[in-house]
């Protein structure tokens, strides 16, 4: 049967049983996040399964659901636990991931939990957890619609893990084209930001052009965290370092990461400190006195202007996109995805 799409909108393709392969097909079509769901049986043991079919519902009241499928072992316990904890993964827990969708007697080995409602134990290191406490549940065809009200949650600065097509992929990008480099001994770092009040941050150079602000980060600080620290720092406020921008090496073969993101502080705080701040209507991108950076300024632009994103790689000389080389296709950042932000602390959902 042809899966291809041949129009507009493709062949259309009658679901029927024996055509569970396409079907399966377009269902994983539709890339997710990975999280990890955990519980607590009426004899006190610890259960857990990896799913993907996470989504919120409802904001006020705070509801998420996922389904659980009648063949997981966890399957009644889930529709009579008091509560149970999401855990969405970050790009490093592809393991943790498999391990949760194992049939294994011993998921939680080696694992440091606390115990959250009803007992259902929260796992450490991950981007982000929900604790629920069980709200309704929905017996659907072969899976149980698990609704949960949300009690607590965090998250932690973190790449995510996704699920496409079957198969696991991380937003690695960056520590990867870093651990090409391992021969430098710092790489360039600079800030596409944006202040809360939408404005692009510059600095001035003596010459009167302008900059991007930039820092500078030994190899082994290319990821979530030590970036956001390395922000912080440069912006003096709670940043949140979103994705990689731009890959470029300069005139004398260095590399540079451009990180967009965003700054929770308002343009005039941010004036204070020394940096320029432009409404995106007002920057023109031949101010920028770097090599290259003109490109990119004008890039971001453009694609702010139609809210898309891509990855740009290439020489500050060219001044033109090109593709990240040496990186896996798997591991390439899509398009338009937008980052967490760095909130660190436990937070209790608003009235609860
Ligand atoms: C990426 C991914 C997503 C999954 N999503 C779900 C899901 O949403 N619901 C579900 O019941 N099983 C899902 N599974 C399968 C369960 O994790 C798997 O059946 C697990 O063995 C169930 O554990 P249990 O039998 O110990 O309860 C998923 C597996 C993977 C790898």
């Known amino acids: 049967m042809n899966t291809q799409p041949t129009g507009a ?22 890339m997710t996040g990975v999280t990890v769901i955990t519980t607590v049986d009426a004899d006190g043991r610890q259960r857990g399964i990896t799913a ?43 393991e943790l991931a498999k391990t949760f969708a194992s049939k294994s007697e011993t998921k939680f080995a080696g694992l440091e939990t606390e115990s959250g409602h009803g007992g259902a134990p929260i796992l450490s290191d991950v981007h982000g957890w929900l604790e629920c406490r069980l709200h309704d549940t929905v017996i659907a065809g072969d899976h149980a619609i698990i609704i949960g009200e949300v009690l607590r949650y965090n ?15 991380g937003f690695n990008t960056d520590q990867e084209i870093a651990a090409l480099a391992p021969q430098l001994s710092r790489i360039a770092v600079t800030w596409m930001m944006q202040t809360e009040d939408g404005a692009i941050l510059a600095r001035r150079t003596e010459a009167g052009g302008l900059v991007l602000p930039a820092s500078s980060a030994a190899p082994k600080d290319v990821h979530a965290r030590a970036l956001a620290a390395l922000a912080e720092q440069e912006f003096s406020s709670r940043v ?8 470029f090496e300069d005139e004398k073969d260095r590399l540079g990461l451009t990180y967009r993101g965003q700054v929770f502080a308002r343009g005039a705080q941010l004036e204070q400190a020394g940096f320029v701040c432009l409404q995106p209507s007002e920057v023109d991108p031949e101010a920028f006195a770097r090599p290259g950076e003109s490109a990119i300024v004008g890039r971001y632009l453009d694609e702010l202007a139609n809210s898309r994103f891509g990855i740009y790689a290439g020489t500050l000389a060219e001044g033109a996109i090109a593709h990240v080389s040496g990186v896996q296709s798997d591991d390439r950042v899509p ?18």
């Open 240 to 247: 949140s370092v979103e994705f990689l921008y731009s890959v």
């Open 335 to 352: 398009a338009g995805v937008t980052a967490p932000e760095n909130a660190t602390a436990s937070n209790s959902v608003e009235g609860k």
């Open 9 to 30: 909108i493709g062949s259309a393709i009658e679901v029927k049983i024996q055509d569970l392969g396409s079907y399966r097909q377009v269902l994983g079509s539709f």
């Open 155 to 169: 998250s932690e600065p973190a790449r995510p893990l996704g699920f496409y097509q079957g198969r696991f992929f």
């Open 52 to 94: 993907n079919s996470f989504t919120s519902v409802s904001l006020d009241p705070p509801l998420v659901l996922f389904c659980v499928d009648y063949r997981a072992a966890s399957y009644e316990t889930f529709q009579s636990a008091e509560g149970f904890v999401i855990h969405v993964l970050s790009s490093e827990q592809q």
